[in-house]
């Protein structure tokens, strides 16, 4: 189901105030060095008696070999996005009044090209990412991920007569001896784990701790095993660190009965540290895993971290021989992950037919660690449903990311839009520019503008159709293996309306959620 809403943005224009501010030189000069098309230098575009003042006022250069590309005035599509480049103030990183002081010093006489690169320079943003969001989830494997359970259904116990009465077929859900879990949490304790979840005051390390005591705390004692290890908590991210950081990993919690004082102290005494030994921390966990899974026991490892394998390990193959050889389900969450991160992490829950989850704040990571703790409560119901539930939560997600980056990227482009018209105003009234030079680049701004909002809703729409389509095939797949087995078809349709109702409800909960929190930004 498609979700729209209507960016709020408030307009307001440009302070006017002359500002001298110390530091706008070099931001010109950052402008002149990095510009995707390379806008010449101000004394050479300025007339002489303007030329020789703002020489002689222009403070020593900084060296700028190492600054990202300012955007180039592009004005067809691809590249548009394709372009390095990004405004020294584009973002979050947005000034306004450092914005006036640049224009300010804007000299006269620039060309029509030249005097738009000049204000991409300051405020134009970077799609790239944008445009690697999209791809990833159009790239969403749920063929791959049902294949994993397929290829393991003769290793999990099927239906017999023995089991069957009135009110449950043998065809339907069987529960004979209830199933245990075996949870091993591994927990990233490298150093980009300093950092906040979203905007949020807590460290992503504080925030997976909370989420670790909260899983603890709610896993049925009877039914499950827990061990928590922690991998990259030594050294540094310094490159004179890095064998000692690539060496850590380290169990530092075990048991089936929870204590909370046992693990919070445990916790306590790890902080983010140095590089990522991902492979190498769940290739250790082989020690760790139960024998008789899946017919009476389940092996499962939860991951969270915000980054990936940094020390040259493989992950992916890992994850396949721990499934393999200990039928395991790896689950991943991301913290407020970058796109290829997202891609690769997600790689590593898919091949062992696991779950996988980005969030960005501590309501998603709570959610999510919910989600990982009912997985105890379906551990007997028969290998399609629980592949029709993984596919369902996958879909779930991606329907959830598609719908957040659609509104981000919205938003993102008409803030953009908003920044240049007001600039591009702003230095028409201060003499700049021309009418007829104003006039140019304002096209230019509504072409650049148009073109990114088309895009971000094609892309929407097609990754959205496609996600709908696949998870669909999946779902009669999974119905055909249902009744391979034995199983009824109705019996196989009616888990999965069940199944598809409490995903709708859930994802009404998530709405209301999503409602209040624009609410609660725009009074503030």
């Known amino acids: 189901m498609r979700i729209t809403k209507k960016d709020f943005l408030p307009s307001a224009l440009l302070c006017c105030s002359f500002l001298f501010l110390s530091g706008c030189a070099t931001v010109i000069e950052k402008i002149q060095h990095t510009t995707g098309n390379q806008v010449e230098k101000?004394?050479?575009?300025?007339?002489?008696?303007?030329?020789?003042?703002?020489?002689?006022?222009?403070?020593?250069?900084?060296?700028?070999?190492?600054?990202?590309?300012?955007?180039?005035?592009?004005?067809?599509?691809?590249?548009?996005?394709?372009?390095?480049?990004?405004?020294?103030?584009?973002?979050?990183?947005?000034?306004?009044?450092?914005?006036?002081?640049?224009?300010?010093?804007?000299?006269?006489?620039?060309?029509?090209?030249?005097?738009?690169?000049?204000?991409?320079?300051?405020?134009?943003?970077?799609?790239?990412?944008?445009?690697?969001?999209?791809?990833?989830?159009?790239?969403?494997?749920?063929?791959?991920?049902?294949?994993?359970?397929?290829?393991?259904?003769?290793?999990?116990?099927?239906?017999?007569?023995?089991?069957?009465?009135?009110?449950?077929?043998?065809?339907?859900?069987?529960?004979?001896q209830p199933k245990k879990m075996n949870m091993s949490v591994m927990l990233d304790a490298s150093g980009s784990m300093k950092s906040q979840l979203s905007n949020h005051s807590k460290s992503k390390m504080d925030s997976a701790k909370q989420s670790i005591e909260q899983l603890a705390a709610a896993l049925p004692p009877k039914r499950s095993l827990l061990q928590v290890k922690v991998y990259g908590h030594e050294g540094t991210s310094a490159q004179k660190d890095k064998e000692r950081s690539?060496?850590?990993?380290?169990?530092?919690?075990?048991?089936?009965?929870?204590?909370?004082?046992?693990?919070?102290?445990?916790?306590?005494?790890?902080?983010?540290?140095?590089?990522?030994?991902?492979?190498?921390?769940?290739?250790?966990?082989?020690?760790?895993?139960?024998?008789?899974?899946?017919?009476?026991?389940?092996?499962h490892i939860l991951i969270i971290s915000d980054g990936f394998e940094n020390c040259g390990g493989d992950p992916v193959q890992t994850a396949k021989q721990l499934h393999r050889e200990y039928m395991a389900n790896i689950h991943v969450i991301g913290l407020d992950v970058e796109p290829e991160t997202e891609r690769q992490l997600r790689e590593v829950s898919t091949v062992t037919g696991g779950a996988y989850q980005t969030v960005t704040d501590e309501k998603e990571?709570?959610?999510?660690?919910?989600?990982?703790?009912?997985?105890?409560?379906?551990?007997?119901?028969?290998?399609q449903i629980r592949a029709l539930q993984t596919a369902i939560h996958a879909h779930h997600q991606d329907e959830k990311e598609l719908t957040k980056h659609n509104q981000k990227m919205k938003k993102k482009v008409e803030t953009e839009h908003q920044r240049l018209n007001e600039a591009n105003l702003y230095?028409?009234?201060?003499?700049?520019?021309?009418?007829?030079?104003?006039?140019?680049?304002?096209?230019?701004?509504?072409?650049?503008?148009?073109?990114?909002?088309?895009?971000?809703?094609?892309?929407?729409?097609?990754?959205?159709?496609?996600?709908?389509?696949?998870?669909?095939?999946?779902?009669?797949?999974?119905?055909?293996?249902?009744?391979?087995?034995?199983?009824?078809?109705?019996?196989?349709?009616n888990k999965a309306v069940q199944l598809l109702k409490e995903d709708l409800l859930k994802k009404k909960a998530e709405e209301a959620d999503g409602l209040t929190d624009l609410s609660n930004q725009q009074s503030e």
């Open 42 to 176: 101000v004394e050479q575009l300025a007339v002489d008696d303007i030329q020789k003042q703002e020489t002689e006022e222009m403070p020593r250069q900084e060296d700028t070999s190492d600054l990202p590309k300012s955007p180039a005035p592009h004005t067809e599509l691809n590249d548009i996005l394709n372009d390095e480049g990004k405004g020294e103030y584009a973002g979050e990183k947005f000034n306004r009044g450092k914005v006036v002081q640049a224009l300010n010093q804007m000299p006269k006489g620039l060309s029509d090209d030249k005097a738009y690169a000049y204000l991409l320079g300051l405020v134009g943003e970077n799609y790239r990412s944008d445009v690697e969001r999209f791809k990833n989830l159009e790239e969403a494997d749920y063929e791959e991920m049902v294949d994993v359970w397929v290829a393991a259904r003769h290793k999990y116990p099927k239906p017999t007569p023995a089991s069957a009465s009135k009110d449950k077929p043998s065809s339907a859900l069987t529960p004979e």
């Open 246 to 299: 690539c060496r850590s990993q380290a169990k530092i919690y075990a048991g089936d009965k929870w204590d909370r004082e046992k693990l919070r102290k445990a916790l306590s005494q790890i902080h983010p540290a140095g590089y990522n030994p991902l492979a190498l921390a769940m290739g250790s966990s082989s020690k760790d895993m139960q024998k008789g899974a899946p017919a009476t026991v389940e092996n």
């Open 365 to 383: 990571l709570k959610q999510a660690v919910k989600e990982r703790v009912q997985m105890v409560n379906r551990l007997n119901d028969p290998w």
């Open 427 to 493: 230095i028409k009234k201060e003499g700049k520019i021309d009418k007829r030079t104003w006039t140019e680049i304002d096209t230019w701004i509504d072409q650049r503008w148009q073109q990114l909002e088309t895009f971000t809703e094609d892309r929407y729409g097609e990754v959205d159709s496609l996600l709908d389509s696949e998870f669909q095939e999946e779902t009669h797949r999974l119905m055909n293996e249902w009744e391979k087995d034995g199983g009824k078809k109705e019996e196989f349709q």
